[in-house]
T-cell receptor
Framework: GESVGLHLPTLSVQEGDNSIINCAYS??????FIWYKQESGKGPQFIID?????DKRQGQRVTVLLNKTVKHLSLQIAATQPGDSAVYFC?????????????FGQGTELSVKP | GAVVSQHPSRVICKSGTSVKIECRSL??????MFWYRQFPKQSLMLMAT?????????EQGVEKDKFLINHASLTLSTLTVTSAHPEDSSFYIC???????????????FGPGTRLTVL
């Protein structure tokens, strides 16, 4: 079936370095993508989103890139901090007949070394 | 921002009993609520979509008679795990959908999750 997947299950970076988390999606009809951060024992926390009519969007220390040609999404975190340690999920919003439900990727665990 | 709460935050029950989990949107009315299940080190898996006043729509492979969903109002949805077994032990997360995000796509706000342990 349709799914959203990630290339790397774990990522370890040094504090202050930039982090890049990747995601591949399979539904070319998806028109909205979201990155979530999930800390242990908590619900997902919205980080940044991007619509399919854009290829880049920037937030505070985060940038999301969307490449619709290869159905690839990435999250870049600048100057990674220990507080960024968490699991990051991309999610695909399937509108129309799917009623707006989200399909989550497998997740990448980001570990920031001090 | 919009706040979604869940109650209880964690519950331990004996095998064969039923457990009810509540999901509330505290400062907005949710047109739709979603229930997810998450096993350790895994992603969130959508279980069902519920709309206020109508029957929930379950994802393929999710037993509707085991996971009863009631969406009684625009601020409350409940998930009841009936005759729970150890394999039902998981982290259950709800989200609430609101059309008030300002864009064409409804925003979803997630609850903090409920840790269910079935002995």
């Amino acid at each position: 079936g349709e799914s959203v997947g990630l290339h790397l299950p774990t990522l370890s970076v040094q504090e202050g370095d930039n982090s890049i988390i990747n995601c591949a999606y399979s539904n070319s009809a998806s028109d909205y993508f979201i990155w979530y951060k999930q800390e242990s024992g908590k619900g997902p926390q919205f980080i940044i989103d991007i619509r399919s009519n854009m290829d880049k969007r920037q937030g505070q220390r985060v940038t999301v890139l969307l490449n619709k040609t290869v159905k690839h999404l990435s999250l870049q975190i600048a100057a990674t901090q220990p507080g960024d340690s968490a699991v990051y999920f991309c999610a695909e919003n399937m509108r129309g007949n799917q009623g707006g439900k989200l399909i989550f990727g497998q997740g990448t665990e980001l570990s920031v070394k001090p | 921002g919009a706040v979604v709460s869940q109650h209880p935050s964690r519950v331990i029950c004996k095998s064969g009993t039923s457990v009810k989990i509540e999901c509330r949107s505290l400062d907005f009315q949710a047109t739709t609520m979603f229930w997810y299940r998450q096993f350790p080190k895994q992603s969130l898996m959508l279980m069902a979509t519920s709309n206020e006043g109508s029957k929930a729509t379950y994802e393929q492979g999710v037993e509707k008679d085991k996971f009863l969903i009631n969406h009684a109002s625009l601020t409350l949805s409940t998930l009841t795990v009936t005759s729970a077994h150890p394999e039902d032990s998981s982290f259950y997360i709800c989200s609430a959908d609101t059309p008030y995000g300002g864009g064409p796509v409804d925003e979803q706000f997630f609850g903090p999750g409920t840790r269910l342990t079935v002995l």
